[in-house]
């Protein structure tokens, strides 16, 4: 059983450009949390979403960030127009349907803007 | 939510054992305690969950008063695989559907030869 899988692992984006980190879960997990980590710190959660819902966004940014986790496909977290502080590793996490709430991380994208 | 004060670091060397003490003076009724290690440019992975007393599984031991305020993680006997961060989280119970997880900024741990 594949654990969670991130792509692109290393993503280098120039200021104003656009950021994209496709997460797929752990096969029969419907569960997908998306968190945040500047160097140093601790993680921080940004969003929660079962399949084609938002449960939480509680975390994340009103503007310029987006996640998604449609009915066929991975989850994806957009970052528009990026700055220098969107620099970080983000990592997404997920959990089975119900019942159990261990999250399993990916390896994380380490987002680096110029 | 709970706010938990842990060590910023800690050394070791190969063979001992680590205790890293976790504060959550305001831990609620219905919170468990939950540790996660990392390591570098990895996720975090989930290590051991407890409520009260002692838990103990094949990698750690968790061991929480009475009272509940505080708690102590315990790696047996650590390697050099062992250099993470260990993160002590308080909230809801893994058996429990959906809720963000709540990181501080958790304990190095190096572990030296």
């Known amino acids: 059983n594949a654990g969670v899988m991130q792509n692109p692992r290393h993503l280098v984006r120039r200021r104003g450009q656009e950021a994209r980190l496709r997460c797929s879960p752990m096969?029969?997990?419907?569960?997908v949390y998306w968190y945040r980590q500047l160097p140093e710190e601790g993680l921080k959660f940004m969003v929660y979403?079962?399949?084609?819902?938002?449960?939480?966004e509680s975390g994340m940014p009103k503007e310029r960030f987006s996640a998604e986790f449609p009915k066929e496909g991975p989850s994806i977290l957009r970052i528009q127009q990026v700055v220098r502080g969107d620099s970080a590793a983000y990592f997404c996490?997920?959990?089975?349907?119900?019942?159990?709430?261990?999250?399993?991380f990916g390896p994380g994208t380490r987002l680096t803007v110029l | 939510l709970a706010k938990t004060t842990q060590p910023i670091s800690m050394d070791s060397y190969e063979g001992q054992e680590v205790n890293i003490t976790c504060s959550h003076n305001?831990?609620?009724?219905?919170?468990?305690i939950t540790w996660y290690q990392q390591f570098p440019s990895q996720g975090p992975r989930f290590i051991i969950q407890?409520?009260?007393t002692k838990v103990t599984n094949e990698v750690a031991s968790l061991f929480i008063p009475a009272d509940r305020k505080s708690s102590t993680l315990s790696l047996p006997r650590v390697s050099l695989s062992d250099t993470a961060v260990y993160y002590c989280?308080?909230?809801?119970?893994?058996?429990?559907?959906?809720?963000?997880?709540?990181f501080g900024g958790g304990t190095r741990v190096l572990v030296k030869p």
């Open positions: 096969k029969g997990h419907s569960h």
């Open positions: 989280l308080v909230g809801v119970p893994i058996k429990a559907a959906g809720n963000k997880l709540t």
């Open positions: 407890g409520y009260k």
């Open positions: 996490a997920s959990s089975p349907a119900s019942g159990y709430n261990e999250q399993f």
């Open positions: 979403l079962q399949k084609e819902n938002i449960i939480d």
């Open positions: 305001n831990i609620a009724t219905n919170d468990y």
